[in-house]
């Protein structure tokens, strides 16, 4: 499954396509100077794709790698914001221990936001729509958001164009990524123009998210595996071994050769429960203090 999203994303990084809902709310135009307060001038059009591609497979380097998630995450705001000349970039995950409509900021990057990562914050607005709708949202003003937290609506002020991405994966929605341009950047003006090149990080983020959660799966299954063996095949063992054992004991008059067979069993027996708790200790190091203590 994830080799197949990991081509996915290449083929959309190719193909470049893309589908948005646009907000007419103010139009996005070029600064006088010609200069961008986020990241200098802008590259001409063809490096520009360029610098996408690139940032666009270096992500897909890094996740075929296994990095963590929440490093692959703060890469892909990060790079997000160096190639589109975004003020800031944000994913707020839904978060499944709240009943009521949560996110938790997982990554931040700009705006002076980054100490939220880690909190949580009601979902509402654009960013709701888009989790709710799974479709990219384009708005021109971002300032028009209501009810939003203090420290946000404070970094907001001075953006335009903002997008709202839904983190898709498997067809479950899993959050959002929200990027921001400020407002008459020349950055801002181009960028309204990219969205489908904004997906492809989206989906990049949405990717890292479900190979965080497909390795929790794999820890679960192999903890549960090592709980199974420790508490129930090794106490069966022992209990055979134990029974044999009184057997050896009760059949010292009986021949070499029926108590010879009987100590193999026993030996056997032992080399199994060996290799059991190795098995163990593979599929749960932690328990490795525990196994060697039983030995």
Request: net charge negative.
């Amino acid at each position: 499954m994830v080799a197949g999203l990991l081509v996915n994303l290449q083929t959309n990084a190719e193909r470049l396509g893309g589908s948005c809902q646009l907000r007419p709310d103010h139009p996005a135009t070029p600064s006088s100077n010609g200069k961008s307060p986020d990241g200098g001038p802008p590259v001409p059009d063809h490096e520009r794709h360029q610098e996408w591609l690139r940032a666009a497979q270096k992500m897909t380097q890094l996740l075929v790698s296994g990095i963590d998630a929440e490093e692959a995450l703060r890469i892909v705001v990060a790079e997000l914001r160096s190639v589109s000349g975004a003020a800031g970039a944000v994913i707020l995950l839904v978060d499944s221990a709240y009943q009521d409509e949560t996110g938790t900021f997982a990554a931040v990057d700009g705006l002076g936001l980054e100490p939220l990562r880690g909190t949580t914050v009601p979902l509402q607005g654009l960013a709701l729509t888009a989790i709710n709708s799974g479709r990219a949202i384009v708005s021109e003003d971002m300032t028009l958001e209501d009810d939003l937290p203090p420290q946000v609506v404070q970094a907001q002020v001075t953006l335009g164009l903002g997008m709202y991405l839904p983190l898709i994966a498997a067809g479950k929605t899993l959050g959002v990524l929200i990027v921001g341009w400020r407002r008459d950047s020349v950055h801002e003006h181009i960028a309204a123009k990219e969205l489908s090149l904004v997906e492809i990080f989206a989906g990049q983020a949405a990717l890292a998210i479900r190979q965080a959660h497909e390795r929790g799966l794999i820890v679960a299954d192999r903890a549960r595996v090592a709980t199974i063996l420790r508490e129930q095949t090794i106490a069966r063992i022992q209990a055979l071994d134990t029974h044999l054992r009184g057997a050896l004991t009760r059949t010292e008059h009986e021949s070499a050769v029926a108590r010879q067979q009987l100590q193999t069993v026993i030996e056997e027996l032992d080399e199994a429960t060996h290799q059991i708790r190795s098995a163990i200790f593979m599929l749960d190091p932690s328990r490795r203090s525990e196994t060697e203590s039983r030995e």
